[in-house]
């Protein structure tokens, strides 16, 4: 379904993520929060689009709840969220959305964008459901993972709905090209992302 052309290592799990649990949820954590955030903007730009702003304004809300569950579970465990880290992964991603050409494009593109990132946390989520040695964990990141998949596949819904004769199946595939090559930098640190 997510058509990734890069699967995670479940071995990311043992080696990286399960020596530093704390690391991973603090980042976790920001992941939630600038989900978020990326759906404020996405109203911001488009504020004459009720439908797009209305989900938006749930994502927002829902983000936001993962994002306060996150750090109950860290609170829970004795940890402190650390500070924000930079997301590369996402950082390299924005890199490719068009410069210039157009309103629509540029919203094609943020919302593919956003599709793409929901992805990749999808599939990541479903790794660490299927590997991860703690249930808690397991259980948590299993129910995200449906989570996750819904707001990949509303992000392209509403690319196609709003292309305005742009190709979006073409520009998805650049996308899938694209991140398949930044992705093979990651999958080595304790991030969502990383």
């Known amino acids: ?14 080696n990286v993520v399960e020596s530093n649990i704390e690391e991973i949820l603090t980042d976790h954590a920001y992941c939630e929060q600038k989900a978020a955030s990326n759906a404020i903007t996405i109203i911001v730009q488009n504020p004459d689009l009720s439908d797009l702003v209305q989900e938006m304004a749930d ?7 993962h994002f306060k569950r996150v750090h109950d579970i860290i609170i829970k465990r004795g940890y402190t969220m650390g500070r924000e880290r930079k997301d590369n992964y996402v950082n390299e991603l924005f ?14 593109d943020r919302l593919l964008f956003s599709a793409m990132i929901e992805a990749r946390s999808c599939e990541r989520f479903k790794v660490l459901s299927e590997n991860i040695g703690d249930p808690e964990l397991s259980e948590f990141y299993r129910e995200l993972m449906i989570s996750e998949a819904g707001h990949y596949t509303m992000f392209l819904k509403f690319a196609k709905k709003y292309a305005d004769g742009i190709d979006v199946d ?23 992302h990383g």
């Open 1 to 14: 379904m997510l058509k990734l052309q890069l699967p995670t290592d479940p071995l990311w799990v043992k």
């Open 59 to 65: 994502l927002v809300r829902e983000e936001m709840d």
């Open 95 to 108: 890199k490719f959305l068009t410069k210039g050409g157009g309103r629509s494009i540029q919203r094609v």
């Open 170 to 192: 073409k520009r998805w595939e650049d996308f899938l090209v694209y991140e398949a090559e930044v992705i093979k930098n990651y999958g080595k640190a304790e991030t969502i």
